[in-house]
T-cell receptor, first 117, second 114 residues
Framework: AQKVTQAQTEISVVEKEDVTLDCVYETRDTTYYLFWYKQPPSGELVFLIRRNSFDEQNEISGRYSWNFQKSTSSFNFTITASQVVDSAVYFCALSEDRGGSNYKLTFGKGTLLTVNP | DGGITQSPKYLFRKEGQNVTLSCEQNLNHDAMYWYRQDPGQGLRLIYYSQIVNDFQKGDIAEGYSVSREKNESFPLTVTSAQKNPTAFYLC?????????????FGSGTQLSVL
């Protein structure tokens, strides 16, 4: 069975600190997709990034970076020089691709990040 | 602007009452989903629909019902059979029902029991 673990329930940092959100996943499939979503206080989840299991390149987008390591089944998310607007709940999710529409999307329980001024 | 609209933002249910949560999208997406979020928990799938007039149960469908009569609309009814309905409900859509598709979410409905 697939599983996503976000061990950090809550993280609190001071503005301008770097912060890393951990995500560990379990899957038996060789083809799968990993996602990060952000849920600000307004409630709607916003897509941040998608990675497929064959692409282990790390990615940087502005202050955000993602480190995907298949060897440790991890897909960690780092925010550099955090800002108050980064305060939100962040979800990691895993989708197993079994062809066509037969897939399952599993979310982790989320990490609440609070960035204090 | 395209997006997903959920209404109402807050909803109160009396015991024994059915209530319906609205979800409308103008993204021309084929697939739509309903998720339930409880405090400190991840999202759990209630129902999903790949196409008009078709829908499938998710992991926690008991006590809920849906319809998909139009592509842009996917209302969720919380029936009296759902004994613990208090939660935050999120509607989502994607272009197609495929594992690699990213989801677009509405701003949610907070349902509480009076």
């Amino acid at each position: 069975a697939q599983k996503v673990t976000q061990a950090q329930t809550e993280i609190s940092v001071v503005e301008k600190e770097d912060v890393t959100l951990d995500c560990v996943y379990e899957t038996r499939d060789t083809t799968y997709y990993l996602f990060w979503y952000k849920q600000p206080p307004s409630g709607e989840l916003v897509f941040l990034i998608r990675r497929n299991s064959f692409d282990e390149q790390n990615e940087i987008s502005g202050r955000y970076s993602w480190n995907f390591q298949k060897s440790t089944s991890s897909f960690n998310f780092t925010i550099t020089a955090s800002q108050v607007v980064d305060s939100a709940v962040y979800f990691c999710a895993l989708s197993e691709d079994r062809g066509g529409s037969n897939y399952k999307l599993t979310f982790g329980k989320g990490t609440l990040l609070t960035v204090n001024p | 602007d395209g997006g997903i609209t959920q209404s109402p933002k807050y909803l109160f249910r009396k015991e024994g009452q059915n209530v319906t949560l609205s979800c409308e999208q103008n993204l021309n997406h084929d697939a739509m989903y309903w998720y339930r979020q409880d405090p400190g928990q991840g999202l759990r799938l209630i129902y999903y629909s790949q196409i008009v007039n078709d829908f499938q149960k998710g992991d926690i469908a008991e006590g809920y019902s849906v319809s998909r009569e139009k592509n842009e609309s996917f209302p969720l009814t919380v029936t009296s059979a759902q004994k613990n309905p208090t939660a935050f409900y999120l509607c989502a859509s994607s272009r197609h029902d495929r594992g690699y598709e990213k989801l677009f979410f509405g701003s949610g409905t907070q349902l509480s029991v009076l």
